[in-house]
């Protein structure tokens, strides 16, 4: 069979990762190497991967067939092997195909974003490792292989969000990303290693786990369950480990649309439903994703509302979008995740590629109101930008509809009354803020500095187009029965659905009319406050919500500080006067005894000859009374 | 028999002790002596009483090795003092002086002192 194709999946991005990097070093060091030579190679990985995928997600039409391939035995620890395994079942060639699909995307418009940047190649080189970093979480066929994409996924996003490392504050950025991250996968490990010492025994692939799963003691199931899902959260920025997402956008933009929109912060996502047989088990833990999910939706949402960066207002309502991919994979429905997960990369990339047109045509502002009026400079990227708006609002038919409408289906079928409301009260505010950033950037009439704007040319604009396609029609794949249509989403990963609910046709039309009058009332709030805005003075705001709840004073008076406390306790007492005394007086006693010694070799003929007799008389002394 | 045993022994012993302050006295001479030639001297005293030991075994034990081997000795000595006075009228053409002292070429003392 054809299965190490499965490998090249993965390595494809890896090589060319490689190669970016030697050429960029070649590069700076020798001869430069033409921009077009980075493009080709950057580009053409993630398509070439895509094709890949492709092939694979064919042969998987209308079979249940799990394509399995060991690449090489990577540990072998006294009988107990580890392989460089790759799965592809039905979830992760879905996955790999919107990665592999949105990532080229974005890589194409990453290439006109940065084309004048001086680490071209570097950027590209981070971008594909990323890529190759996403695929192998993905592709992998045991927790530890998933762990080592989890990890370079970490580490590539910690390298791009410090890629203006001139720049202390974006190093800081980077810097919080990867040390909450750090928090999580202590997590992640922890559920491994329980994991391991209890269900290991018979092979630690997914597929022998599942087997090895039911003999499992129940307590330790919700540990683990929960421990998996503190890494979930660090990764995809859910409370309280969410600090991170906001700060990650000191990083270029292309890097917030691939990494901090459509791929990375899904991962925690995609964990929770590769690891369904376990969250099967433990609907109790489920439950408390689900409601840590609803919480930062909502939570997100309301800070969303009073920000005024373009970029923070995107990554809040990443966050609240991740909340409710969270409800859904928390109650079982890991099909409505993933398909709000696959509807999501295609206007969340979007988003964040129009936000980074407009900022790029606006000779880097970000300030939403000191835009405005962008409407008829930027038609096509308003229009990209409009249908991205309306698919995330949650009106049909775009993609955010039938994906949130299924989210809030399930939150309701399963008798959570409390998170469905906190999923309605959620979509308003989506509503809200969304079309607040629409009406200020494209309508509003403030932008009265009639500077020519950057001209923006067609590497950035044709992906905008190709994913406004996408987050129009994206949705249909996941049409309910009720309209007509085939729910082709939850057939295709129908095989471990946990719970079919149940809900009268009638329920249905009503919440589906709750959505839309949600949606509706949340855009008619924006549109009465918003539209054609006239914002001769930049509005200042304050107050609790403008100050993000405080949240990061909190965290850096209780935790930051109380560690940064403890560090300079050990830096400036324990190192000063516990470690420096002992290895310093270590060599101190060396010097002074060589010192004292050297006095010995004194050019003395005489003496040294006497200290020879000395030593001879010693050594017979001792041969002759011990040794007879 | 047995009387001659006895005095056999009582004369190895003389030797020995001979033998032992002949070997004290070059020692003696050799760490409290600046001069070269003295030096010398006193290193071929020491040798000859590490000879006389040799000697004094090889009769008590009738045996002849010991007697090869002061044999040896003394044909080394000889070959040697041949290089040692030869060495000592190139360092005392160097020097100008007999004083062991003076020669201190390879001392480490400063550097040691760094």
């Given at each position: 069979m054809s ?5 090249w ?6 090589l060319?990762s490689?190669?970016l990097?030697?050429?960029y070093?070649f ?13 080709l190679i950057?580009?053409s990985?993630?398509?070439a991967?895509f094709w890949?995928?492709?092939t694979?997600?064919?042969q998987m039409?209308g079979?249940?067939?799990i394509?399995?391939?060991?690449a090489y ?7 107990y092997d ?8 039905k ?6 195909l ?7 995307l974005?890589?194409l418009y ?6 004048n940047?001086?680490?071209y190649?570097?950027f590209?080189?981070?971008?594909n490792?990323?890529?190759a970093s996403?695929?192998?979480?993905v592709?992998?066929?045991?927790p530890?292989?998933?762990?080592i ?7 590539c ?14 190093v800081q950025a ?16 922890i ?16 597929i ?9 003691p129940?307590?330790?199931l ?9 890494g979930a959260i660090?990764?995809s920025?859910?409370i309280?480990?969410?600090v991170?997402?906001?700060?990650a956008?000191?990083?270029p933009t292309?890097v917030?649309a691939l990494?901090?929109a459509a791929?990375m912060v899904?991962?925690?996502v ?5 690891f ?5 088990l433990?609907?109790d833990?489920?439950?408390?994703i689900?409601y ?6 909502l ?9 005024t960066?373009?970029?923070?207002i995107l990554?809040?309502s990443?966050m609240?979008q991740l909340?409710?991919?969270?409800i ?7 099909s409505?995740?993933?398909f ?10 979007l988003l964040f590629?129009?936000?980074g ?23 096509l ?7 991205a708006?309306?698919?995330i609002?949650g009106i ?11 989210i ?16 309605v009260?959620t979509a308003?505010?989506t509503a809200?803020y ?10 509003g009439?403030n932008?009265?500095?009639e500077?020519k704007?950057?001209a923006l040319n ?8 190709i994913?406004?396609?996408g ?10 029965e ?8 939850g ?5 471990w ?9 009638d329920t249905e039309?009503i919440?589906?009319a709750?959505?839309?009058?949600a ?31 405080y ?5 850096d008076?209780f935790?930051?500080?109380?560690i940064?406390?403890i560090?300079?306790?050990?830096s ?7 470690i ?8 101190r006693s060396?010097i002074r005894?060589?010192?004292?010694i050297?006095?010995?070799?004194n050019?003395n003929?005489?003496f ?9 008389s010693?050594i017979?002394?001792?041969?002759i009374m011990?040794m007879r | ?10 004369s190895?012993l003389s030797?020995?002790a ?5 070997f ?12 070269i030639?003295i ?5 071929e005293l020491?040798?000859n009483a590490?000879n006389?030991i040799f000697?004094a075994?090889g009769r008590y034990?009738e045996?002849m090795?010991p ?9 080394i000595a ?7 006075l030869s060495l000592i009228?190139?360092?005392y053409?160097?020097k100008?002086?007999?004083?062991s002292?003076?020669?201190n070429?390879?001392n480490q003392?400063d550097a040691?002192?760094?």
């Amino acid at each position: 069979m054809s299965n190490f194709l499965l490998a090249w999946i993965v390595l494809i991005p890896l090589l060319s990762s490689a190669a970016l990097g030697l050429m960029y070093l070649f590069s700076i060091k020798i001869v430069k190497i033409p921009n077009i030579v980075f493009t080709l190679i950057g580009v053409s990985a993630p398509f070439a991967s895509f094709w890949i995928a492709t092939t694979f997600f064919l042969q998987m039409i209308g079979n249940s067939e799990i394509f399995l391939y060991k690449a090489y035995r990577w540990l072998g620890v006294d009988g107990y092997d580890i392989d460089m395994g790759f799965m592809a079942d039905k979830l992760s060639i879905f996955m790999v195909l919107f990665i592999t699909f949105v990532g080229g995307l974005i890589h194409l418009y990453a290439s006109g974003y940065m084309k004048n940047d001086d680490g071209y190649g570097k950027f590209f080189f981070y971008f594909n490792l990323f890529i190759a970093s996403m695929l192998l979480l993905v592709l992998a066929d045991s927790p530890i292989i998933m762990f080592i994409g989890w990890e370079g996924v970490g580490v590539c996003s910690y390298f791009l969000i410090s890629y203006y490392y001139e720049d202390e504050k974006n190093v800081q950025a980077g810097n919080k990303a990867f040390i909450a991250n750090r928090v999580g996968d202590l997590g992640f490990i922890i559920a491994m290693i329980t994991m391991f010492y209890y269900a290991g025994a018979n092979g630690f692939d997914y597929i022998n786990l599942e087997a090895s799963m039911a003999s499992v003691p129940p307590d330790v199931l919700t540990f683990i369950g929960l421990a998996l899902f503190v890494g979930a959260i660090g990764k995809s920025a859910q409370i309280p480990l969410f600090v991170w997402l906001p700060d990650a956008m000191a990083g270029p933009t292309p890097v917030s649309a691939l990494i901090h929109a459509a791929t990375m912060v899904t991962a925690g996502v995609y964990m929770v439903a590769r690891f369904h047989f376990l969250y099967d088990l433990i609907p109790d833990v489920g439950l408390i994703i689900a409601y840590v999910g609803a919480f930062s939706a909502l939570f997100a949402a309301v800070i969303a509302t009073k920000q005024t960066d373009i970029k923070k207002i995107l990554a809040y309502s990443t966050m609240s979008q991740l909340g409710y991919m969270f409800i859904a994979v928390g109650l079982g429905g890991y099909s409505v995740g993933i398909f709000h997960v696959f509807t999501h990369a295609f206007f969340k990339a979007l988003l964040f590629m129009g936000a980074g047109a407009v900022i790029v045509a606006l000779h880097h502002e970000q300030n939403i109101f000191k835009m405005g009026g962008m409407k008829n400079k930027t038609p096509l990227v308003y229009f990209t930008m409009l249908i991205a708006t309306l698919a995330i609002a949650g009106i049909p038919p775009f993609a955010g509809f039938f994906s949130k409408d299924e989210i809030l289906l399930t939150a309701f079928g399963s008798g959570e009354y409390l998170i469905w409301i906190m999923g309605v009260v959620t979509a308003v505010l989506t509503a809200y803020y969304m079309f607040r950033l629409l009406f200020v950037v494209f309508h509003g009439s403030n932008y009265k500095e009639e500077r020519k704007l950057h001209a923006l040319n067609k590497s950035i604009t044709m992906p905008l187009v190709i994913l406004a396609m996408g987050s129009m029609f994206a949705g249909l794949i996941g049409v309910p029965e009720l309209l007509g249509g085939h729910n082709l989403i939850g057939i295709w990963l129908s095989d471990w659905r946990n719970s079919s609910l149940h809900v009268a046709h009638d329920t249905e039309f009503i919440l589906m009319a709750v959505n839309i009058l949600a949606a509706i009332v949340g855009i008619s709030i924006a549109y009465k406050k918003f539209f054609k805005y006239d914002m001769k003075i930049v509005p200042q705001y304050e107050g609790m919500i403008w100050n993000k709840f405080y949240i990061d004073e909190i965290y850096d008076r209780f935790i930051v500080q109380k560690i940064k406390k403890i560090s300079i306790f050990i830096s400036y007492k324990v190192d000063v006067n516990i470690i420096d005394m002992v290895v310093m007086g270590l060599s101190r006693s060396f010097i002074r005894g060589g010192h004292f010694i050297s006095k010995l070799q004194n050019a003395n003929t005489r003496f040294y000859a006497f200290t020879m007799l000395i030593g001879i008389s010693v050594i017979s002394t001792y041969l002759i009374m011990v040794m007879r | 028999m047995q009387e001659k045993e006895a005095l056999m022994a009582d004369s190895l012993l003389s030797y020995i002790a001979l033998a032992m302050i002949l070997f004290s006295i070059g020692f003696l001479g050799v760490i409290a002596r600046k001069n070269i030639f003295i030096v010398y001297m006193s290193i071929e005293l020491m040798l000859n009483a590490i000879n006389l030991i040799f000697i004094a075994l090889g009769r008590y034990y009738e045996s002849m090795q010991p007697q090869v081997i002061a044999l040896i000795i003394i044909a080394i000595a000889a070959a040697e003092a041949a290089v040692f006075l030869s060495l000592i009228v190139v360092l005392y053409r160097k020097k100008k002086s007999l004083n062991s002292d003076v020669f201190n070429v390879l001392n480490q003392k400063d550097a040691a002192h760094e």
